[in-house]
């Protein structure tokens, strides 16, 4: 495996469109950080949860696997208030359907960095 490749799917991962930055595709990375990032921002206004890592129910578990994809905004769930979800909030599930979706659809634009950085895709 190439030492860019890596690179690239852990900065994508990361922070979204940043391993497309990373391989100089300038527009591209732009555009998938700005969607995202407008995603989980949505999400988090919404009331969406975060949801920390809990083996015991099998849809709490996949859950964490999606919002995991959020790279940065997960670490940071960890130390200031934000994904705590709020109940009481009508939209709470959309936004954190919302704040799933982003996780997923991370983990697609880290892999389409990795691909590229392998010379696999243009």
């Given at each position: 495996?190439?030492?860019?490749a890596?690179?690239a799917?852990?900065?994508?991962?990361?922070?979204?469109?940043?391993g497309?930055?990373y391989?100089?595709?300038?527009w591209?990375g732009?555009v998938?950080?700005?969607a995202?990032?407008l995603m989980?921002?949505?999400g988090?206004?919404m009331?969406?949860?975060i949801?920390?890592l809990?083996?015991?129910n099998?849809l709490?578990?996949l859950a964490f696997?999606?919002?995991l994809?959020?790279g940065?905004?997960?670490i940071?769930?960890?130390?200031?208030?934000?994904?705590?979800?709020?109940?009481?909030r009508?939209?709470?599930?959309?936004?954190?359907a919302?704040?799933?979706?982003a996780?997923?659809l991370?983990?697609?634009v880290?892999?389409?960095?990795?691909?590229?950085?392998r010379?696999k895709k243009?």
């Open positions: 495996m190439k030492k860019k890596l690179t799917i852990i900065l994508g991962w990361f922070i979204p469109g940043l497309h930055i391989l100089r595709r300038y591209r732009l998938f950080l700005i995202i990032a989980a921002l949505m988090l206004v009331g969406g949860k949801y920390p809990q083996a015991d099998p709490t578990f696997l999606s919002d994809g959020n940065l905004l997960y940071l769930s960890w130390f200031l208030p934000v994904g705590t979800g709020e109940l009481e009508l939209s709470f599930e959309f936004g954190t919302y704040l799933a979706g996780g997923l991370n983990y697609l880290a892999l389409d960095a990795w691909d590229i950085a010379g243009q």
